[in-house]
T-cell receptor, first 111, second 115 residues
Framework: QKEVEQNSGPLSVPEGAIASLNCTYS??????FFWYRQYSGKSPELIMF????GDKEDGRFTAQLNKASQYVSLLIRDSQPSDSATYLC???????????FGQGTELSVKP | GAVVSQHPSRVICKSGTSVKIECRSL??????MFWYRQFPKKSLMLMAT?????????EQGVEKDKFLINHASLTLSTLTVTSAHPEDSSFYIC???????????FGQGTRLTVV
């Protein structure tokens, strides 16, 4: 089982819709979770960081963490074509605090 | 977000030479830095985790004598690819964090081509 799992996609949504990205992790010792956006040929850009159960909102982005279900998601409201990118989920835990990534979900927002 | 500066952004080197990549946290103290390698259309593969003042912890399968990591200060970590070969050509990215439950920010990445 991979430490961090994401659907690779591509996920296609129309402009203005809500995009929902999901991520599960296997290590219950995971303490903090990250969502990054990566455009082709560029390095990842941090979108959201969450370590408490529940929701965290920042502008059009909402991260949801459920440690009991080992699940973290990212909702993007009012999706824009510029949101088209690969979204990477990552976790850090007690084992040396390693930052481990999932394989990424490719999102395409159609005008 | 915080700024992490990585240099160089691109480097072409001859087979057998060594290349040093620098990663600096410009506006915060990075107690931990991570080094990743990424192949086209693939996710980030963690190579090693380094804590300031300590030896780096390498992931399984990563040769520590080939990929030398130094984290001598709270703002600077370096990755040296020694005796580079064409198969070392890749996109190398560093990430810096101030602590376990804090954010981790990425540098711009270094595209290494070994000819």
């Amino acid at each position: 089982q991979k430490e961090v799992e994401q659907n690779s996609g591509p996920l296609s949504v129309p402009e203005g819709a809500i995009a929902s990205l999901n991520c599960t992790y296997s290590d219950r010792g995971s303490q903090s979770f990250f969502w990054y956006r990566q455009y082709s040929g560029k390095s990842p850009e941090l979108i959201m960081f969450i370590y408490s159960n529940g929701d965290k909102e920042d502008g059009r982005f909402t991260a949801q963490l459920n440690k009991a279900s080992q699940y973290v998601s990212l909702l993007i409201r009012d999706s824009q074509p510029s949101d088209s990118a690969t979204y990477l989920c990552a976790r850090r835990g007690n084992q040396g605090g390693k930052l481990i990534f999932g394989q990424g979900t490719e999102l395409s927002v159609k005008p | 977000g915080a700024v992490v500066s990585q240099h160089p952004s691109r480097v072409i080197c001859k087979s057998g030479t060594s290349v040093k990549i620098e990663c600096r946290s410009l506006d915060f103290q990075a107690t931990t830095m991570f080094w990743y390698r990424q192949f086209p259309k693939k996710s980030l593969m963690l190579m090693a985790t380094s804590n300031e003042g300590s030896k780096a912890t390498y992931e399984q399968g990563v040769e520590k004598d080939k990929f030398l990591i130094n984290h001598a200060s709270l703002t600077l970590s370096t990755l040296t690819v020694t005796s580079a070969h064409p198969e070392d050509s890749s996109f190398y990215i560093c990430s810096a964090s101030g602590g376990l439950n804090t954010e981790a920010f990425f540098g711009q990445g270094t595209r290494l081509t070994v000819v």
